[in-house]
């Protein structure tokens, strides 16, 4: 239980009781740029709704600004609508998060400090709405701007915040994928920092944010069992594995010029991998856990077209914004490995793709299996493969250790059996936060932990230079499967964990 007491160093309880008292946060002026966006509908509006709610957030004003036109009613009247469809989970798991809904009383409060700005009222008109909301909070806040936009808009919503005069006392969350390419990421980067320093800019991915990823430096790192064996002498591969049920959900646009790899693989996949494969940081702080990241992408060797597979799901180019003839893939696998002394020869597969058979976040470490059996052939000795242990990344984050036992009985025969951890079955289920929330919150106490660097996305995009440079051509596959036949071949001679073929144990309610 300590372990999450000390990762929930802001969690609340839903009332406004707090069980760790947070550090007081400067009241601040968000703003949120692309407030019309699926992002800001699904997330960022609910999210801020809730972190308001529940106390956890500081005194905020909310600024937004998109390119539709309309009035700071009707704003208030499309973020009640987010509210009321994203600001619960459907699924039960989400419901164990215990996060009651708005009442009336609390969303008439929020919604009061919602205010409109459509981008074609230019600069002035932004600075007008950001200097009244100031003026309400009073002395000493801060500014916290929100680019929920295409990479293409980055740029001009950064010249719209210079010409503003918005750029002081201000800190700026960047949404992925930050850049295409080398060459756009180091000419992003320099436009960028044009106007803001690097310690004002927060590179977001909210993978990062969810708390099972965050348990993956508590396993390691406050462990004396796991961090010996986490090394090459000990595992055999890694997997991480994020399949998604969705298309692409009226993203046409925004997807035909971007893809799996550049979408989802140098923006989630590879950031995760980082805190699987880092070195124990000197302390658990910003610059340090930033450096050993980096370490790693450094260490990246760079991505064979001939270790890659693309896929494209059948029915993609009937798509509404689909070219007819496109060579965007929906899916990805590949095979990459680090040059450095703990994973020299440990081959990482990753996986990711749209129209997939069920949406998971899955990391998978297989342990080496012992050098010599004394077993008998029918014991059942390797016949469910290694040792696996596994994090799931959902909300509700799940880790499970993988071994054989002894079936009860006369004789010696081994089954498959597994410890579980969930923190839906601890007292503290409730502190977990949304990935999105969490960020936002250390993007205004200025922590850099979560967030990307300038130097290491570059390393990414460095490593990515022969791939995307000579893509293999996609293979198609049925919506609703996981993925070309090929990726078992990628994989070969193991094998990939998704599906499961056992299910995570529920907890009894009773």
């Not at 006392?169 to 992003?188: C, H, N, Q, Y």
């Not at 932990?449 to 990515?464: N, P, Q, V």
């Amino acid at each position: 239980m300590d372990t999450y007491r000390a990762q929930s160093h802001y969690a609340a309880l839903g009332s406004g009781q707090h069980r760790d008292e947070p550090e007081a946060i400067p009241p601040h002026v968000v703003v949120l740029f692309g407030a019309t966006g699926d992002l800001a509908r699904r997330k960022l509006l609910p999210g801020f709704a809730h972190l308001a709610a529940s106390h956890l957030a500081p005194p905020i004003r909310v600024v937004a600004s998109s390119l539709e036109e309309m009035s700071d009613e009707g704003f208030r009247a499309f973020a009640e609508a987010a509210a009321a469809e994203f600001g619960h989970l459907e699924t039960v798991a989400f419901e164990r998060r215990i996060r009651d809904p708005l009442i009336s009383e609390e969303w008439t409060e929020f919604a009061a400090n919602l205010h409109y700005v459509p981008r074609s009222a230019g600069p002035e008109a932004l600075a007008a709405a950001v200097a009244a909301a100031e003026d309400e909070l009073g002395e000493g806040c801060l500014r916290l701007h929100y680019l929920s936009v295409p990479p293409a808009a980055a740029l001009d919503v950064i010249t719209m915040l210079r010409e503003a005069k918005l750029v002081e006392r201000s800190r700026v969350i960047m949404e992925k994928p930050f850049g295409t390419d080398l060459e756009s990421a180091v000419e992003l980067n320099a436009q960028v920092h044009r106007t803001f320093d690097e310690s004002q800019i927060f590179r977001i991915d909210h993978f990062l944010g969810k708390e099972a990823a965050q348990n993956i430096l508590a396993l390691r790192f406050a462990n004396g069992l796991f961090e010996p064996i986490w090394n090459r002498n000990f595992i055999d591969h890694v997997q991480i594995d994020i399949p998604e049920s969705l298309g692409l959900d009226r993203r046409a646009d925004f997807y035909e010029d971007t893809g799996a790899y550049k979408d989802m693989v140098v923006t989630h996949l590879f950031q995760v991998m980082a805190f699987v494969a880092m070195e124990p940081p000197s302390a658990l702080e910003p610059t340090s856990i930033s450096e050993e990241k980096n370490k790693v992408f450094r260490a990246l060797l760079p991505v064979l077209p001939s270790h890659v597979v693309r896929g494209q799901y059948r029915g993609y180019r009937q798509e509404d914004g689909v070219a007819p003839d496109s060579d965007t893939e929906t899916f990805i696998a590949l095979h990459c490995e680090l040059d450095n002394w703990r994973w020299a020869g440990v081959p990482f597969y990753l996986r990711t793709g749209k129209r997939m058979p069920e949406g998971m976040r899955i990391i998978s470490i297989a342990f080496k299996e012992a050098p010599r059996s004394m077993f008998s052939a029918d014991s059942g000795v390797g016949s469910a493969g290694p040792d696996h242990l596994t994090f799931d990344l959902a909300d509700e984050s799940k880790v499970s250790l993988s071994y054989y036992g002894k079936r009860p009985g006369s004789g010696m025969r081994l089954d498959k059996v597994s410890m579980q951890f969930s923190t839906g079955e601890t007292d503290y289920a409730g502190d977990v936060l949304e990935a999105y929330e969490r960020l936002i919150l250390d993007a205004m106490r200025g922590d850099h932990t979560l967030f990307t660097t300038a130097d290491g996305i570059e390393s990414l995009w460095e490593r990515s230079i022969l791939l995307l440079d000579a893509p293999p051509p996609v293979k198609l596959y049925e919506p609703g499967t996981w993925g070309p036949n090929a990726i078992h071949q990628l994989i070969a001679p193991n094998a990939w964990r998704l599906p499961f073929e056992r299910r995570w144990r529920e907890k009894d309610p009773r």
